[in-house]
């Protein structure tokens, strides 16, 4: 998790972080199979959040960061740059920045109060 905000993540690949994340606290906690718990009750259980959740937070926490550095800071002009000349034919690759993107236009809307999700 130490580098994650930035990853380009998939929604398989978050799903198998959270089934390796679900199956450590299991560990952790004893949880063995006969004895099973439901993942919402796991999470309040270690007073967890969900994976994708944590990773957004970061992910977000970083682009802070970023940003308020100064223009000419290497980091901000990666983050800023945007590459010249044709792309390739087909459906443009899902990136890390058209992630971004889309997650940023989707939280528009929400109140800022409710982000201890």
């Given at each position: 998790?130490?580098?994650?905000?930035?990853?380009?993540v998939?929604?398989?690949?978050m799903?198998r972080?959270?089934?390796?994340v679900n199956?450590?606290?299991?560990?952790?906690l004893?949880?063995?199979?006969p004895n099973?718990?439901n993942?919402?009750?796991?999470?309040?259980?270690?007073s967890q959040?969900?994976?994708d959740?944590?990773?957004?937070?970061?992910?977000?926490?970083?682009i802070?960061?970023?940003?308020r550095?100064?223009?000419?800071?290497?980091?901000?002009?990666?983050?800023?740059?945007?590459?010249?000349?044709?792309?390739?034919r087909g459906?443009?690759?899902?990136?890390?920045?058209?992630?971004?993107t889309f997650e940023?236009?989707?939280?528009?809307g929400?109140d800022?109060?409710d982000?201890?999700?």
């Amino acid at each position: 998790m130490q580098l994650s905000k930035t990853w380009k993540v998939t929604r398989g690949l978050m799903d198998r972080l959270q089934v390796f994340v679900n199956k450590c606290l299991r560990r952790i906690l004893r949880i063995f199979w006969p004895n099973q718990i439901n993942n919402e009750e796991l999470w309040r259980r270690t007073s967890q959040n969900r994976i994708d959740i944590e990773i957004k937070k970061r992910k977000w926490g970083w682009i802070g960061h970023i940003l308020r550095r100064p223009h000419r800071d290497i980091a901000r002009q990666a983050l800023e740059w945007n590459p010249q000349g044709r792309r390739a034919r087909g459906r443009p690759r899902n990136t890390w920045r058209r992630t971004v993107t889309f997650e940023g236009r989707e939280n528009m809307g929400r109140d800022q109060t409710d982000s201890s999700e």
